[in-house]
């Protein structure tokens, strides 16, 4: 594994118009209540984040995409290109889960023209080895907690706010990556250095 690269870890996740049902508070005897049109319309979003290997003072950075329908392996590699862009053509080690699309033959064909990018997978069955899931936990009990809007729209837009939210808090995405208890080197990022 080349040391000098970004690490990144990448999860997709699904949102539909079907609220995220959470628990709440209310004045007694006003149960709230959610009024939806039971509409089944899904988008996917693509998380990626990442840590320099080697200098820490860079900061860990948050790449998000957000699509109607699904991810395949088409729509995956569009993730990745834009990734490439976001990190500017520097070196990053790709760590993500066993989905067939991660790991599809046109996904290997294209990754092995790519000479920015290298592949790794996560052990199977351990969503808590991956920082991302902490993300989408962190948007759906907050911006998408209880949200029944009319439109994929408007749970877009809940979702994008979350992600400025996280984006500006500097400490949020060191903690998610910090929460999976894989070793960070170098081990005390910037923001959660002991002597703070």
Not at 57 to 66: I, Q, W
Not at 143 to 162: C, F, K, R, Y
Not at 166 to 175: E, K, R, T
Request: proline share 7%; aromatic share 8%; net charge positive.
């Amino acid at each position: 594994m080349n040391t000098r690269a970004w690490i990144v870890f990448l999860d997709e996740s699904g949102v539909s118009l079907l609220p995220q049902i959470r628990r709440t508070y209310s004045p007694r005897g006003r149960t709230p209540l959610l009024r939806h049109r039971l509409n089944w319309k899904r988008a996917s979003m693509a998380g990626a984040l990442g840590y320099h290997s080697t200098d820490p003072d860079r900061g860990a950075r948050l790449c998000f995409h957000l699509k109607p329908g699904c991810y395949h392996t088409a729509g995956l590699i569009e993730v990745l290109e834009q990734m490439k862009v976001f990190y500017r053509g520097e070196r990053v080690v790709l760590v993500w889960d066993g989905l067939s699309a991660h790991w599809s033959r046109a996904m290997r064909a294209w990754v092995a023209e790519q000479d920015w990018l290298t592949l790794e997978r996560l052990p199977a069955y351990a969503p808590e080895l991956n920082p991302v899931e902490l993300l989408w936990s962190s948007l759906k009990r907050r911006e998408l907690a209880n949200l029944a809007g009319d439109h994929l729209a408007d749970v877009a837009d809940a979702t994008e706010q979350g992600i400025h939210r996280i984006n500006h808090n500097p400490q949020l995405p060191w903690s998610f990556l910090a929460h999976t208890g894989l070793t960070i080197h170098p081990p005390h990022p910037p923001n959660l250095r002991k002597d703070q």
